[in-house]
């Protein structure tokens, strides 16, 4: 506990107001990715391997954006830094470790961009939601990762619709903007990689599957060029009872 309040507050200064709110959920998933690291190091190791082989091939290797790059264990950032001439890093914060990580590293070509790309705040404008729309301002992009990123803007639009009751938000806001996500990825005039869990379920010690969920609200990911399961909550880590096993595709 006390490693995560030093963490937490190391990271405060360093993140925006608007996004201090989800520091916290920033270091729990940091604490629990070092609790179950070696559950988790297939789903890394694949991730990793999925982003080099969508990426392998490219003739231009100007700019790459990641999108979610969260804490970088999934994200082969050593490759795409040597790879590219800029690599960006996008997410609604970057805790204190990855920072100081990077800078230990001396990857002088990545850049760190806070910024929210679940599209919540258009919608509540009224407005068509375009989340990925800044990123037809980047010059020389050749390359977008989305890295574990999609189901999680339909937790976060979930719990934020909940909190704000009421708020006048549509019913559909959440498939809304999973679909604005993979349609502003296919849009894009470069190669793109999507990495998402897309179910997940609730399995008890002798193989016996309790509850299963749809992650993307019946939208219809692309399809898959790989696919695997990844054990977010193994027995132990939520209950001695059961894990809690998500599937997990790679297109490109």
Same mark, same amino acid.
């Given at each position: 506990? @006390?490693?995560?309040?030093?963490?937490?507050? *190391?990271?405060?200064?360093?993140?925006?107001?608007?996004?201090?709110?989800? !520091?916290?959920?920033?270091?729990?998933?940091?604490?629990?990715?070092?609790?179950?690291?070696? +559950?988790?190091?297939?789903?890394?190791?694949?991730?990793?391997?999925? @982003? $080099?082989?969508?990426?392998?091939?490219?003739?231009?290797?100007?700019?790459? =954006?990641?999108?979610?790059?969260?804490?970088?264990?999934?994200?082969?950032?050593?490759?795409? /830094?040597?790879?590219?001439?800029?690599?960006?890093?996008?997410?609604?914060?970057?805790?204190?470790? =990855?920072?100081?990580?990077?800078?230990?590293?001396?990857?002088?070509?990545?850049? $760190? @961009? +806070?910024?929210?790309?679940?599209?919540?705040?258009?919608?509540?404008?009224?407005?068509?939601?375009?989340?990925?729309?800044?990123?037809?301002? =980047?010059?020389?992009?050749?390359?977008?990762?989305?890295?574990?990123?999609? /189901?999680? !803007?339909?937790?976060?639009?979930?719990?934020r619709i909940e909190a704000e009751q009421p708020n006048g938000m549509p019913d559909?806001?959440? *498939?809304?903007?999973?679909?604005?996500? $993979?349609?502003?990825?296919?849009?894009?005039?470069?190669?793109?990689c999507l990495l998402t869990d897309v179910s997940y379920a609730v399995i008890d010690?002798?193989?016996?599957?309790?509850? +299963?969920?749809?992650?993307?609200?019946?939208?219809?990911?692309?399809?898959?060029?790989?696919?695997?399961?990844?054990?977010?909550?193994?027995?132990?880590? +939520?209950?001695?009872?059961?894990?809690?096993?998500?599937? =997990?595709?790679? *297109?490109?």
């Open positions: 506990m @006390i490693t995560e309040a030093l963490h937490y507050l *190391a990271t405060l200064p360093v993140t925006g107001k608007a996004n201090r709110r989800f !520091i916290r959920y920033s270091i729990n998933l940091w604490s629990r990715a070092r609790r179950c690291s070696r +559950e988790w190091a297939t789903h890394e190791e694949n991730s990793r391997t999925a @982003i $080099l082989s969508a990426m392998d091939g490219l003739r231009q290797k100007r700019t790459a =954006v990641v999108l979610g790059s969260g804490l970088l264990r999934d994200v082969p950032i050593d490759a795409l /830094s040597k790879s590219f001439d800029t690599v960006v890093l996008v997410d609604l914060l970057h805790v204190a470790s =990855v920072r100081l990580w990077l800078h230990a590293k001396g990857y002088r070509n990545v850049r $760190l @961009i +806070e910024r929210d790309v679940s599209g919540y705040d258009e919608v509540a404008a009224g407005q068509n939601a375009d989340p990925l729309g800044f990123l037809r301002t =980047v010059p020389y992009l050749d390359f977008v990762v989305s890295a574990n990123l999609l /189901s999680q !803007i339909g937790r976060g639009v979930k719990r559909d806001t959440v *498939a809304r903007l999973l679909g604005a996500h $993979l349609s502003g990825l296919a849009a894009l005039p470069c190669r793109t010690r002798n193989g016996k599957t309790h509850e +299963e969920a749809d992650l993307l609200h019946r939208i219809a990911p692309p399809a898959a060029r790989a696919n695997w399961s990844w054990p977010v909550a193994p027995l132990g880590e +939520e209950s001695a009872d059961y894990q809690i096993i998500h599937k =997990v595709i790679a *297109a490109y």
